[in-house]
């Protein structure tokens, strides 16, 4: 069964600082990984999928890496503001999605 | 439409009650995906569906639980007999299917589900 783990669990940066987020997962053979992130009390929003054929993928000043072969996913947000805040989780796809449990960010204005 | 549509957004039962959650997914979407939700964890996988069929229902909890999908578009969630444990935010995802089940997905705002 497909573990994902995410570390740390909470976050809390000043405005400004380079935010890393980590992820682990324990079955390698895996299609693709989906990063998301939650609002309190909204739906998932999706922000990045790395397929397992790709290292890496950049949206503005998100970066998301994938190692599969260690079972690892790092998320860099650049430059963090008081927007970011939100919980991020990070899912791998071995058909469906299996969830780690999230890295709740807050960014202090 | 333009993006998956749950309804209802928050529903209050009684213990013991029956209770349908509904799902529109993408226009387009093939695939289909509920999850559940607790306070201050990840979306736990219920079922998936392809299509009008459940490919995999693993992860429905009990025989409490079943979900639906008739002409391979909206989907109901059922869940019979609720107890105070079936309380939790419950999300659908739809995604492109392409041959493998490799496409992004896109979740709605979930339904949160209360039983008294």
């Given at each position: 069964?497909?573990?994902?783990?995410?570390?740390?669990?909470?976050?809390?940066?000043?405005?400004?600082?380079?935010?890393?987020?980590?992820?682990?997962?324990?079955d390698?053979?895996?299609?693709?990984?989906?990063?998301?992130?939650?609002?309190?009390?909204?739906?998932?929003?999706?922000?990045?999928?790395?397929?397992?054929?790709?290292?890496?993928?950049?949206?503005?000043?998100?970066?998301?890496?994938?190692?599969?072969?260690?079972?690892?996913?790092?998320?860099?947000?650049?430059?963090?503001?008081?927007?970011?805040?939100?919980?991020?989780?990070?899912?791998?796809?071995?058909?469906?999605?299996?969830?780690?449990?999230?890295?709740?960010?807050?960014?202090?204005? | 439409?333009?993006?998956?549509?749950?309804?209802?957004?928050?529903?209050?039962?009684?213990?013991?009650?029956?209770?349908?959650?509904?799902c529109?997914?993408?226009?387009?979407?093939?695939?289909?995906?509920?999850?559940?939700?607790?306070?201050?964890?990840?979306?736990?996988?219920l079922?998936?569906?392809?299509g009008?069929?459940?490919?995999d229902?693993?992860?429905?909890?009990?025989?409490?639980?079943?979900?639906?999908?008739?002409?391979?578009?909206?989907?109901?969630?059922?869940?019979?007999?609720?107890?105070?444990?079936?309380?939790?935010?419950?999300l659908?995802?739809?995604?492109?299917f392409?041959?493998?089940?490799?496409?992004?997905?896109?979740?709605g705002?979930?339904?949160?589900?209360?039983?008294?």
């Amino acid at each position: 069964k497909q573990e994902v783990t995410q570390i740390p669990a909470a976050l809390s940066v000043p405005e400004g600082e380079n935010l890393v987020l980590n992820c682990s997962f324990t079955d390698s053979a895996i299609y693709n990984l989906q990063w998301f992130r939650q609002d309190p009390g909204k739906g998932l929003t999706s922000l990045l999928l790395i397929q397992s054929s790709q290292r890496e993928q950049t949206s503005g000043r998100l970066n998301a890496s994938l190692d599969k072969s260690s079972g690892r996913s790092t998320l860099y947000i650049a430059a963090s503001q008081p927007g970011d805040s939100a919980t991020y989780l990070c899912a791998v796809h071995d058909y469906k999605l299996s969830f780690g449990a999230g890295t709740t960010v807050t960014v202090r204005a | 439409g333009a993006g998956v549509s749950q309804t209802p957004s928050n529903k209050v039962t009684e213990k013991g009650k029956y209770v349908e959650l509904r799902c529109d997914p993408i226009s387009g979407h093939t695939a289909l995906y509920w999850y559940r939700q607790s306070l201050g964890q990840g979306p736990e996988f219920l079922i998936y569906f392809q299509g009008t069929g459940a490919a995999d229902d693993s992860g429905l909890p009990n025989d409490r639980f079943f979900a639906v999908r008739p002409e391979g578009s909206v989907s109901t969630l059922k869940i019979q007999r609720t107890e105070r444990g079936d309380s939790a935010v419950y999300l659908c995802a739809s995604s492109f299917f392409s041959g493998a089940p490799t496409g992004e997905l896109f979740f709605g705002e979930g339904s949160r589900l209360t039983v008294l």
